[in-house]
């Protein structure tokens, strides 16, 4: 019965409905898509190939040493070296934004 009303008295009103969810739609789409040049990229071969000891460093501290006095080590660079540049570029653009 609600069919057979909304497709015959109310089929404009059915439409517009229609149209305005569509809309809304495109306009959620268009306000969250993002510039695919300020996206890292995941190379997924080189993540496949890396070892443990590569990525992993164990640092014994003692209980209650303070980060300051123990030499902590960043991880190990991981990427190629022509995406590692590409993404210091993107990090620090030359306009300074």
Known sequence: ALGRVLYTQN???FQLAGLVLLVAMIG???LTLRDRRASRKQ???VQGARH????LVLV???LG???EEQDIRRPRE???PEIAEENAELAHPPGGH
Request: net charge negative.
């Open 28 to 30: 959620a789409i268009v």
């Open 52 to 55: 443990v000891s590569e990525t």
């Open 65 to 67: 040493a303070g980060v």
């Open 11 to 13: 089929v404009l009103l």
């Open 43 to 45: 190379v997924v071969s």
């Open 60 to 62: 014994d501290m003692a």
């Open 78 to 80: 991981t990427e190629p």
